[in-house]
C-alpha cells in the first residue's frame, strides 16, 4: 500500500524576513562593559567564569571570543564553565563534549574549562527549598551568564529562557535543575525561576549577563550586556523583543508536519514548541480543532535527530511518527537524564516508528483519513529555527499567511525519494 500512495506534490516558499543589521561583537562588547561600567567592578588576576549552555547560538564562538578577550585585557583570568544542567548525560565528559561541537575548547578559546558537576547551597527559595550553584562558579571570583533570550518551551509568561534561567537551571548543574524543575511542578515554572535566581544574585559574585537574540533568520540581532542588578528586570523588555523577532509557519492550521531534524540545539525540547504549538505537557491527536493554541497541526513526522545532539532525543515524544534511524540514533541515558531532571516525560516517549521516511509519510497520511488527498495541508521544514525556506503542499496555498516578501514558487515538484526509500534534503 504505501509503496503506491502517491503523494501531494510540494511548493518552495521563502519567507524574507529582514535582516539585522551585522554586529561588531568586539566593539559592541568592550562599549557595553564601558557602558555598565562593568570594568570599574573588575580587578587585575580576577577569576571570572563565564557559563555557556548547550543551545546552538549563532556566532556563540565569536561571542564568547570577544567576552574573553575583553577581560583577559582588564587583567581578569577567566575561565569556561558549561551552565547546561543536566544535559549531556549530566558528566563532565558529556558536556565538554557538547561544547566541543560548537568548537568551543581550552585549545581555541585559550581559557581552561572547568567541567566539574559539583554543587554548594547558597541560599533557601521559599523559605525552605535548597538553591545550588556551580561550586566552581560560586568560588570564582566574578560570573558572568552568557546566554540566548527566547519564549521558553515549557511555559509561557513574562519571563523565557535567557538569563535568570540559565543562573537557576545552567548553573545549578543537574541537582540545581532538579531542584528548580521539582518545585516548579507545584508552583509553575516562572515563580520558581524568579524567586531561585533572587536568592542566587543575592549570594553570588554575578557581574553581568550577556543577553544575545536572534532574528528569523538564526543570526544575531542584538547583544545586550545587563549589570548584574538590572538582570530582573531587563529580562522582561528582553523577552517581548525575542519574541517579536522569532519566525513562524506560513499557516495556523496543518494537517501533517515533516521536521527533517530536532536536537537540543535546535531547542531544548528539540523542537521548539512556540512553532509547533503543542505543550510538553500533553497534546491531542484529535482532527477537531480543541486547543487554543496556534498553530494547530494534526500530525507530525520527526525523520532524524541532529548530529549535534550527541542522541539527545528529547522532544521526539512530541511527534506522532518518526523513522527506526532515528529511535536507533536516541542516547538513552542522555534523552532520559535530561527528560527525568526537567520532569518533562512526554518529550523522551518513543513514537509509532517504520524504516523508510515514504512508509512513514504513507501511514502518517492515512491516519489523517483524507478525502482528497491533494487537498491536505502538508509542510516540510528542516527544523524549527530554519523557517526561512519551508515546502508547502499545494492544498496549503489556498491557506498561506501571505505578506509582502513572500514568494512561493509557480510550479509544484513531487517529493524525492533516495533507493531506500527516504526523502532527499530540502
Do not use: W
Amino acid at each position: 500500500m504505501s509503496n503506491e500512495m502517491q503523494f501531494p506534490r510540494m511548493h518552495s516558499v521563502e519567507q524574507n524576513y529582514p535582516r539585522s543589521q551585522s554586529l561588531n561583537f568586539s566593539a559592541e562588547i568592550a562599549r557595553q562593559f564601558q557602558s555598565e561600567k562593568i570594568h570599574t567592578r573588575i580587578r587585575p588576576g580576577m577569576r571570572i567564569a563565564v557559563g555557556v549552555g548547550s543551545r546552538g547560538i549563532t556566532n556563540i564562538r565569536e561571542i564568547l571570543q570577544a567576552v574573553i578577550a575583553e577581560l583577559i585585557a582588564a587583567g581578569a583570568k577567566p575561565f569556561l564553565l558549561p551552565a547546561m544542567g543536566s544535559h549531556g548525560g549530566a558528566t563532565p565528559v558529556g558536556q565538554e563534549k557538547l561544547l566541543e561541537g560548537y568548537g568551543i575548547t581550552s585549545a581555541s578559546m585559550g581559557v581552561p574549562i572547568e567541567t566539574s558537576m559539583d554543587v554548594v547551597e547558597v541560599g533557601k527559595a521559599f523559605g525552605r527549598k535548597s538553591v545550588v550553584l556551580s561550586s566552581h562558579a560560586m568560588n570564582a571570583d566574578g560570573i558572568i551568564i552568557l546566554n540566548r533570550v527566547k519564549p521558553h518551551t515549557d511555559f509561557r509568561g513574562t519571563l523565557g529562557s535567557g538569563l535568570q534561567k540559565m543562573l537557576v537551571i545552567g548553573f545549578g548543574k543537574k541537582i540545581g535543575a532538579a531542584n528548580a524543575h521539582g518545585e516548579a511542578v507545584h508552583r509553575g515554572y516562572e515563580p520558581v525561576l524568579r524567586e531561585y535566581a533572587k536568592v542566587i544574585l543575592a549570594a553570588a559574585p554575578v557581574l553581568c549577563g550577556i543577553a544575545i537574540l536572534e532574528d528569523q533568520h538564526h543570526a544575531t540581532a542584538k547583544l545586550q550586556v545587563v549589570a548584574a542588578e538590572k538582570i530582573i528586570a531587563s529580562e522582561n523588555d528582553l523577552l517581548e523583543e525575542a519574541r517579536a523577532l522569532m519566525p513562524r509557519l506560513p499557516l495556523d492550521e496543518i494537517d501533517l508536519l515533516i521536521v527533517d531534524q530536532i536536537g537540543k540545539e535546535i531547542s531544548g525540547s528539540g523542537m521548539d514548541t512556540n512553532i509547533i504549538g503543542r505543550d510538553i505537557t500533553g497534546y491531542s491527536t484529535s482532527l477537531q480543532p480543541e486547543t487554543p493554541l496556534l498553530p494547530r497541526i494534526f500530525r507530525i513526522f520527526v525523520r532524524d535527530l541532529t548530529a549535534a545532539t550527541n542522541g539527545n532525543g528529547v522532544g521526539i515524544g512530541l511527534a506522532d511518527f518518526t523513522t527506526t534511524r532515528a529511535v536507533r540514533a536516541l542516547d538513552k541515558r542522555y534523552t532520559y537524564v535530561n527528560a527525568l531532571t526537567a520532569i518533562g516525560l512526554h518529550p523522551a516517549k518513543i513514537p509509532i516508528h517504520f524504516d523508510s521516511d515514504r512508509e512513514t509519510l504513507a501511514l502518517a497520511i492515512a491516519t489523517l483519513a483524507p478525502a482528497d488527498i491533494h487537498k491536505l495541508r502538508i509542510v516540510r521544514i528542516l527544523n524549527t529555527l530554519s523557517l526561512d525556506r519551508v515546502h508547502v503542499s499545494e492544498g496549503c496555498i489556498p491557506h498561506l499567511k501571505r505578506h509582502a516578501t513572500m514568494k512561493v514558487s509557480a510550479s509544484a515538484e513531487e517529493l524525492r525519494f533516495d533507493d531506500n526509500g527516504n526523502l532527499l534534503p530540502i
